[in-house]
């Protein structure tokens, strides 16, 4: 583990698919970075992907990976239904861990996944990346202002037309398919991280032929009588926009809200702004610089991405799917 806490973060890579290169090539824009190694339970894979982004060690399974004494924190990239036993050999393994949405399955897995990390004494962080935008951060700024009033109401989407792959990771039930998990996570997250814990929840989907959801309508109610209308889909492409909307005007998270990069605020009675945020990539190296930055001063979690907030989702995401009859075999 890192002793000085001005010593770059040395990363390892659970996986070698898209979104791990993504992050690995954005890893090299953070200084505070330094990928040390990639696993793949293919050794060739590993070392493909090593010689591919210049990484100095491959490993041929994530046990070693987990072992590894050059490495302090470990990216879980794998697919939904294996991140449960590979956070509990990452984080018994002493490592701290930024894991891919969902970061499991259910809240109980959720919830044994921050007390491990607790007393193992280690980082634990899903990898909401959206909240290390500084779109994001304009955005709770102006609320914070009272530049819109009372938050009333909020709207958001994440829909796309995805290619049917009935063994795929957006369709297979075994590894934990369907819209909720993987893009209703964004607008649920958004919701909940400013209205808090929901007093109503209410959600339709429509089921796949494989039994997963693939369009899904969500309705929470929040203390004091706000609300959120909620949608996600995989069956037609929609645009990806988001509302915030309080009793003194609104804020738009225009396309794509998940990774915003424009931002306006529209006050009653008063002139818009906007505010452009050019990134020059996808926006991966906010969330790996402001984890770096966390490991570096001894936290165990991420204020802006604590595990509480974690489990509040998945708690909201339990009883929607409850009420579906959705259940995935490793749960």
Not at 76 to 104: F, Q, R, W
Not at 181 to 204: C, H, M, Q, R, V
Not at 214 to 233: M, N, V, Y
Not at 297 to 309: A, F, V
Request: proline share 5%.
């Amino acid at each position: 583990m890192t002793e000085n806490t001005n010593s770059p973060v040395r990363w390892g890579i659970m996986a070698t698919g898209k979104i791990a290169a993504a992050m690995v090539s954005e890893a090299r824009l953070v200084r505070s970075a330094h990928v040390q190694a990639v696993a793949s339970r293919d050794i060739a894979k590993a070392e493909a992907f090593a010689a591919t982004h210049t990484i100095p060690k491959a490993h041929g399974s994530y046990e070693a990976l987990a072992n590894d004494p050059d490495v302090d924190l470990i990216y879980v990239a794998t697919p939904h239904n294996s991140h449960y036993d590979l956070l509990k050999l990452c984080l018994n393994a002493g490592k701290h861990v930024l894991c891919e949405k969902p970061l499991v399955l259910n809240a109980e897995q959720a919830q044994n996944c921050a007390y491990l990390a607790e007393e193992k004494n280690v980082f634990l962080m899903e990898a909401l990346w959206t909240r290390f935008f500084p779109a994001i951060h304009q955005m709770q700024a102006w609320i914070k202002a009272g530049r819109i009033g009372a938050v009333r109401r909020i709207s958001a989407d994440f829909s796309f037309k995805a290619h049917f792959d009935p063994k795929g990771r957006l369709f297979d039930p075994a590894l934990a398919g369907g819209a909720l998990l993987d893009l209703g996570i964004y607008p649920l997250s958004l919701a909940i991280g400013l209205l808090g814990k929901p007093t109503e929840i209410k959600g339709e989907a429509v089921m796949g032929e494989t039994g997963v959801d693939e369009e899904d309508k969500i309705l929470l109610r929040f203390p004091g009588g706000a609300t959120a209308s909620l949608r996600c889909g995989l069956r037609e492409t929609r645009p990806v926009l988001a509302t915030i909307d309080g009793d003194r005007g609104r804020i738009t998270l225009h396309e794509r809200f998940h990774h915003p990069k424009k931002i306006t605020l529209e006050p009653i009675g008063g002139e818009s702004e906007t505010l452009e945020f050019p990134c020059e990539a996808n926006g991966y190296h906010y969330q790996i610089a402001a984890v770096n930055q966390a490991i570096q001063q001894g936290l165990t979690e991420h204020p802006l991405m604590p595990m509480s907030e974690t489990i509040r989702v998945a708690r909201v995401m339990d009883q929607l799917r409850a009420s579906w009859g959705l259940k995935y075999p490793d749960e």
